[in-house]
């Protein structure tokens, strides 16, 4: 079974760029896509993107200027790095492993990490 | 982006209760629809996929249905451990959006 867990600093000041590393352990890097997704505290679910293993991504629009994220496949990590943040990026930010259903011809994120909260201020 | 919206976003059962949960999309499509559970200061766990399809390992009074617009997670009889709050997500198109959540408390 894949195990995800983010790491990475607790606190970020604003304009800086925030920083988190997802370990991943029990699953092969290159057989999944990876997506972040965030939650601020008391709001919905966001979905930040998603990456694979060759490069591959997809962001969203909302975010698109300020993110990158990345695979180091000799480390099993995954990246995310979100740049000039301001408080309104504070939230829990998780790492999930992206299935695709051949059946139905969709994605589903089938395994989460914990969890990594980030607070912007300075 | 399509809009995910669930009703109720909160609501009060007791043990033994059916439960339905309703998520509504701004924009139709098939069944790109999932759901997760998330229970306080834990990631969110995936309960049904493809709107309708129960995950590995997830008890059978999880069921879900749906299609276009409108799609429904029940509980058939709500156990102690279901107390959570639930998120239906689309993947149907980008960006994929989550609902707001409904949040299943204790009568």
């Known amino acids: 079974q894949v195990q995800l867990e983010e790491s990475g600093p607790g606190l970020v000041k604003p304009s800086e760029t925030l920083s988190l590393t997802c370990s991943v352990s029990?699953?092969?890097?290159?057989?999944?896509?990876w997506s972040w997704i965030r939650q601020a505290p008391g709001k919905a679910l966001e979905w930040i993107g998603f990456?694979?293993?060759?490069?591959?991504?997809n962001y969203n629009p909302s975010l698109k200027s300020r993110v990158t994220m990345s695979v180091d496949t000799s480390k099993n990590q995954v990246s995310l790095k979100l740049s000039s943040v301001t408080a309104a990026d504070t939230a829990v930010y998780y790492c999930?492993?992206?299935?695709?259903?051949?059946?139905?011809?969709?994605?589903?994120?089938?395994?989460w990490g914990q969890g990594s909260l980030v607070t912007v201020s300075s | 982006d399509i809009q995910m919206t669930q009703s109720p976003s909160s609501l009060s059962a007791s043990v033994g209760d059916r439960v339905t949960i309703s998520c509504r999309a701004s924009?139709?499509?098939?069944?790109?629809l999932n759901w997760y559970q998330q229970k306080p200061g834990k990631a969110p766990e995936l309960l049904i996929y493809?709107?309708?399809s129960l995950q590995s390992g997830v008890p059978l009074r999880f069921s879900g249905s749906g299609s276009g617009t409108e799609f429904t997670l029940t509980i058939s009889s709500l156990q102690p451990e279901d107390f959570a709050t639930y998120f239906c997500?689309?993947?149907?198109?980008?960006?994929?959006?989550f609902g707001q959540g409904t949040k299943v408390e204790i009568k």
């Open positions: 999930a492993s992206q299935s695709w259903s051949r059946s139905y011809r969709m994605y589903y994120f089938d395994y």
């Open positions: 029990g699953g092969s890097i290159s057989s999944y896509y």
């Open positions: 990456v694979y293993y060759s490069g591959g991504h």
């Open positions: 924009q139709s499509f098939s069944i790109n």
């Open positions: 493809a709107a309708s």
């Open positions: 997500q689309q993947t149907y198109s980008y960006p994929w959006t």
